[in-house]
């Protein structure tokens, strides 16, 4: 976070700077299966985030010793683009946040995927972040959700993430890279809509326990947006397919 | 060679014998090729090729830094490009694959060679110049990188705009100046199979192929060369090729320039 003394004005009569509302969203766009080689993939575009998620699987696992003869293993790869920041050029390659970020979302999936029914086998995950401005671990999990289901991957359900912050004592929700960098307190999570289980929960900086509360229930409130536009995207590609097939 | 590749590679022979290829393309035919550029606001200069199913996206951001010791007055050119494990089932996670490094330095040949990027405008001051750096993200793999990496990066290149520089800050939501271009290159690629040439081979006729060669041409001059596989070309293809690629520089062009 940065410092607090050259903090802008983040929040002026309880507008945000970008004109939202504090439990707004950005602007959510999803579209399923853009990458011909991959067998499931999803372009999304959230605020200035633009990310691309691809899945390859279930397959054979490679190493092999790697292989489980129970259930299918996930492999997560989350990693920014070296042109993705409007600073300076980045490094290529994942470094240790991205390594982390790669861990807790293979952990998300590896709660909803069905990995019962490809003892063995390995599933790919692909998240590229090509243009980041905030929230691009949520975007992420939000994209590799739907790129999972066209993929035809069984999962018990098609998990959203968001995140919640604090500036001053107002909760925000969806934070872009400003806020980000100057709020009190930062919250990602990825729940499940069909339960409201929390698979994805981190935190730092500073929530009472009614505000934690209070964020939770804010996260819920938006899924309902973020899981519409999830589903809309994968039936969108049914439907271009139905219509290729009725006009043959 | 993998069973599945034997399969492709002998349906290519197949169809090459017959005169054909997989698409009905003519053998000195490029694919369908889309520029888009400036689809990442936050880079510098950005550009999305598609040639057929192949897809990359070019990034392009302008560092302060310091100037090569032999060059103290110029600004430096760095060109890195990524298989990424997304584009294709054959691609893995890890460290740059020779695959990948070759590509970027093949393209990296043809656009320093060609002195596309007017080097000495990257000036600043004494020991502070602009470093360009280019990436190329392969999202999606059906043959012929190097030229649709080419395409990418010339296309980002010409799209780029320098940020603003004051009281030894960069200003990077200040971005009016553009990126001096002088001068534009393309490559063309040709696969060798059966004795027959082919331009822009796809992902198939690649594992057909038994020699590649790219030719990056400014139009009056060839500009790089690599020749690729274990197979050989005689001089008179090598020739005819040459030949092709320069033929081939207005109309890529053309779609580089486009905005």
Known sequence: ?248 | MEAIDMVKSSYIRELFAKGLREDMRKSSEFRKIKITPNVIENAEGSAQVDLGATRVLAGVKLDLGEPMEDTPEEGTLAMSAELLPLASAEYETGPPSPESIELARVVDRGIRAGKCVNMPSLFIEKDKVWNVYVDVYVLNFDGNLFDASELAAMAALVNTKVPEYEDGKVLREKRVKELKIDNIVTSATFAKIDGGILLDPDGNEESAATTRLTVATDGKFVRAMQKGLGGNFTTNEVDEMAEMAMQKHDELKKHIESR
């Open chain 1, 1 to 248: 976070m940065a410092s607090k003394a050259n903090r802008p004005e983040l929040i002026v009569h309880g507008k945000r700077l970008d004109g939202r509302a504090l439990d707004e969203l950005r602007p959510l766009k999803i579209e399923a299966s853009v990458l011909k080689n991959a067998d499931g993939s999803a372009y999304l575009e959230w605020g200035r985030n633009k990310v691309l998620a691809a899945v390859y699987g279930p397959m054979e696992t490679q190493p092999k010793h790697m292989a489980d003869p129970t259930r299918a293993i996930i492999k997560c790869r989350y990693a920014m683009a070296p042109f993705s920041s409007l600073e300076e050029h980045g490094r290529t390659g994942p470094n240790r946040r991205a390594t982390e970020i790669s861990k807790v979302t293979r952990e998300v999936f590896e709660n909803v995927v069905m990995l019962n029914e490809f003892p063995g086998s390995m599933i790919n995950i692909f998240i590229e972040i090509l243009q980041s401005d905030g929230g691009t671990r949520a975007a992420g999990i939000t994209a590799a959700s739907v790129a999972l289901a066209s993929a035809g991957i069984h999962m018990r359900d098609l998990v959203y993430a968001v995140s919640i912050g604090k500036v001053g004592e107002h909760l925000i929700l969806d934070l872009n890279m400003l806020e980000d960098n100057y709020s009190d307190s930062d919250m990602p999570m990825a729940i499940s809509p069909r339960n409201d289980n929390v698979l994805l929960l981190q935190m730092d900086g500073e929530y009472t326990k009614e505000e934690l509360h209070k964020a939770m229930e804010m996260a819920k409130e938006a899924g309902k947006t973020i899981s519409k536009i999830q589903k809309d995207a994968l039936k969108h590609v049914y439907k271009k397919v139905a219509e290729k097939y009725e006009s043959e």
